[in-house]
């Protein structure tokens, strides 16, 4: 099965930055979609984005549209998030997951990773 590893979470101030990254274990994870969730303390998994295996297709969460952007490299099997004007709100830990559909929800991905704690001060 895949191996999701997620780093780059940390503390960050109101309006900064912060990118994420996801490396995989395998070529073959290459091939699935790749998406991030976070969940904050008492809250559901949230959907954030989800990427193409080609990168040609993105998809948004509203509250995250025009702010945060995903990408990936294939070559080095590695997806990232890119995290612009950050919120308070956006304070969660961060996961990389990977399935084969196309989809927000959950459900479809059946591998995670570990989770990156990401916290936006005031």
């Known amino acids: 099965q895949a191996q999701l590893v997620e780093s780059g979470g940390g503390l960050v101030q109101a309006g900064g930055s912060r990118r994420l990254s996801c490396a995989a274990s395998?070529?073959?994870?290459?091939?699935?979609?790749k998406a991030w969730f976070r969940q904050a303390p008492g809250k559901e998994r949230e959907f954030v984005a989800c990427?193409?295996?080609?990168?040609?297709?993105?998809d948004y969460a509203d509250s995250v549209k025009g702010r945060f952007t995903i990408s990936r490299d294939n070559a080095k099997n590695t997806v990232y998030l890119q995290m612009n004007s950050l919120k308070p709100e956006d304070t969660a830990v961060y996961y990389c997951?990977?399935?084969?559909?196309?989809?927000?929800?959950?459900?479809?991905?059946?591998?995670w990773g570990q989770g990156t704690q990401v916290t936006v001060s005031s």
């Open positions: 990427i193409s295996f080609s990168g040609g297709s993105t």
């Open positions: 395998g070529r073959t994870v290459s091939s699935y979609t």
């Open positions: 997951a990977a399935g084969r559909a196309w989809s927000r929800s959950p459900l479809s991905y059946d591998s």
